[in-house]
């Protein structure tokens, strides 16, 4: 194929003579204009139409681009990093879920060689992978020196470079790679990134014919704009430039730190809250929208010396977790005496005695970990929420009026009314 440059307005096609080229002035000599006819509908058999082909974790499709947002510090390349080689060793590492192992090419623009092995290297050791493990599967290099841009500005016409693309594609061909996963999207291209008019055929028609072409998955790594005045976190619609980047895209997910909200209901500190990502699906068109899932930045120390992060599985730890229905009607006794307060700051503060009865390390006066602290809390307003429990005000010993909690009366489920016979 000839090396020419194509207005992304014209149709993407060969041309293999000079002066073949499309007439893009609009003077009537355009060849190659497609044939217009309407398609009457062949309405297909249901059972027969092929179905969509997730490759992982719901969000890497063949034949389609999805898209990663996330802010500066919030792990897309780590996150990146880890289901690349998940995908390759043929095991979802968050989940522990088997998959059928896929053929992944990571490609990054942004960090040197050197970090991108360090990175890898810190994901095999948190997760004990070996070169084994991910056989010839996994493909992974740093572009910074020499960056692939995949369109640019010629004469002030954004025009796609299809050598690049064609030789992409022919690369994932020859190895049959199942996923494409370009980080930061910023690095791929010299157009504008705020230009519809780029952006729309750079994604469908560059990426996307590739993509169809060849069966394969594409990802990109995306930043946010900047944040509106007030705003704590990102949507996938705050992505940066035009909107067409991610209307171009199947699937769409943002990355987020725990918010300081959710940290205090979970006791867990300032410091170690940015450490918790939060991974929200916000664009699922080929798919169903998915609930929040998180992961924890942890750190492994190599034997170089060097100290990495990487991604291990977390999840909001559920309350009551060994709680039976025998400890909840235990935690109504000790409130039938009506001893124990409302108010987390008295002696006799009704979380105490739950605790205790509940075997968790809660104490008046002890050295309670925020968490555990949290747990109880949290557990003591689901049972207010749910009538277990209730508060009433009365008198204390000295007559002051106080808070206490008391148990409420269960209402018994009414077993459904037999019909009369007539």
Known sequence: MNNINIPFDVPLMDFDEPGDEPDIMGNGHDHHRPVIKAQPYSWPDPARIPPRQFLFGGHYIRKAISATVGSGGRAKTTLGITEAIGMACGVDLMTKQKITPLRVWLVNGEEPQEELDRRIAAVCQHYDISRANCDDRLFAQSIKQVPWRLAKLVNNAATLDHNLLSDIEAEIVANKIDVVMLDPWVSFHSVSESSNEHMDPLIKEGLGGVADRTGCAFEIFHHPGKPKPGQAENVVEDARGASAIIFAVRSARVLNFMTPDEAKKLGIGENERRLHIRVSNGKANMGPLGKATWFKLKVENLPNGDEVA?????????????????????????????????????????????????????????????????????????????????????????????????????????????????
């Open 310 to 422: 990487c991604s291990s599985p977390w999840k909001p730890p559920d309350p009551f977790e060994g709680v039976t229905t025998a400890d909840m009607h235990k935690c109504r006794k000790l409130a039938q005496t009506g001893a124990y307060r409302a108010d987390p700051r008295s002696p006799d503060w009704i979380g105490y005695a739950i605790a205790g009865v509940l075997k968790i390390k809660v104490s008046h006066g002890g050295e309670n970990s925020t968490e555990d602290l949290a747990r109880i809390k949290r557990i003591l307003k689901t049972w207010f929420t749910n009538k277990v429990l209730k508060q009433e005000k009365r008198g204390d010993k000295s007559r002051k009026e106080r808070t206490f909690v008391v148990p409420r009366r269960l209402e018994r489920r009414r077993r459904p009314s037999r019909p009369r016979c007539r």
